[in-house]
């Protein structure tokens, strides 16, 4: 079976996919800096698979380290890129930072691929780069007009894409597999691995498992006078299992030459937009935990609905994301439950 480089794979979505992968009997090698995750996501991998994947403190900038990575596991057929700095609030704060990390990883890994011989990628990508989509592109499908990014992170997924097209462009043995990700949630159903949110979390669900914790004394909804049936907005929630899922269906397809063009774009979503309000009021329905919530004014930069059509993943990639939320937020409480020793 073929091994599989993932960079970022001790982080969220990185560990969940490796997870997947190993269990569909892949080979795998994580290439992490530890930035944003802990190398214990390790130990969680080999409680659920069996086996602790290989693993590599490596920076993604670090194009020596990066060659001696791929001289040593001389079998990588394709790479997964997870690795990049993810959070909007910083990214305003410290753009260069992000543009550093986010753009500068991608370009040595794709020069360090093609010196190495390794031909496939598939790419970390963002719903963030269709902005507010206009009436007529509700749910948006890949076909959807790019806005202009809200953010510098916004940015460099945008950038990012077209990098990556012209990469493909000057060098036909590239394939590329570009997903968009909705919002991903959840945590495996183990509760051995999952979200580890750095400080007080941005995103929504950590907010709410902190607070049914008692970590947090209260979520903020940010804003219920928007144009929705409740006044709160719509996200498409995607479960990170069912994502990580769709990672190995986009290698498959790449490594068994099924691709039909070099460069494939995939939105991942549910194609169910869910408000503020039912996810919190669902989460307490569903874990008979409460969390006290007030509404505060609007969140600057906040899209106000969007949420995905996933047909061409569906009818192309052959994947569905099919959990039910119910069962979706439960596994992201077990999870919070396990971190904070809660029975
Ligand atoms: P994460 O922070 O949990 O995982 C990213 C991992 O990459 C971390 O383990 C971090 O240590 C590592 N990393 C960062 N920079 C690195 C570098 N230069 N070299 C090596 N490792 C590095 O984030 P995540 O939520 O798992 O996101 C994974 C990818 O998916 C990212 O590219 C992110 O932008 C993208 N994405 C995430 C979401 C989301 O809501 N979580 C939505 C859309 C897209
Ligand atoms: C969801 C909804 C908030 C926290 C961000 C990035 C995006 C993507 C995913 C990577 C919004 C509301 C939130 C809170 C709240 N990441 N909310 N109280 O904003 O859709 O997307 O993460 O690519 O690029 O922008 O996700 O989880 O922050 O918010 O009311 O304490 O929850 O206003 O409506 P978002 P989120």
Known sequence: MARILVT????????????????????VV??????????DMLDGIAAIVGKQPDFEQVDCNDATALADVMNRYADIQAVIHFAASKAVGESVEQPLLYYRNNLMSLVTLLEQMK???IQHIVFSSSCTVYGQPSAEHLPVDETAPI????????????????????????????????????????????????ELPNGVPNNLLPFVTQTAAGLRQQLRVYGNDYNTPD?????????????????????ERMLSGQAAEQVEVFNLGTGRGLSVLEIVNTFMQVTGVNVPYEIVGRREGDIEQVWAKPDKANNVLGWKADTPIEEVLLSAWNWEKKLRGIE
């Open 231 to 251: 006044g709160s907005c719509i996200r498409d929630y995607i479960y990170v299992v069912d994502l990580a899922r769709a990672h190995v269906k986009a290698v």
């Open 147 to 194: 806005q202009v990014a809200l953010s510098p992170y916004g940015n460099t997924k945008q950038i990012n894409e077209e990098i990556i097209r012209d990469e493909a462009h000057a060098n036909a043995a590239l394939h590329a597999t570009i997903l968009r990700y909705f919002n991903p949630i959840g945590a495996h159903p183990s509760a051995m691995i999952g």
């Open 115 to 117: 010196a190495h011989g």
């Open 8 to 27: 970022g794979g001790t982080g969220y979505i990185g560990s969940h996919t490796v997870v997947e992968l190993i269990q569909k009997g892949y080979d």
């Open 30 to 39: 994580i290439v992490d800096n530890l930035s944003n995750s802990n190398k």
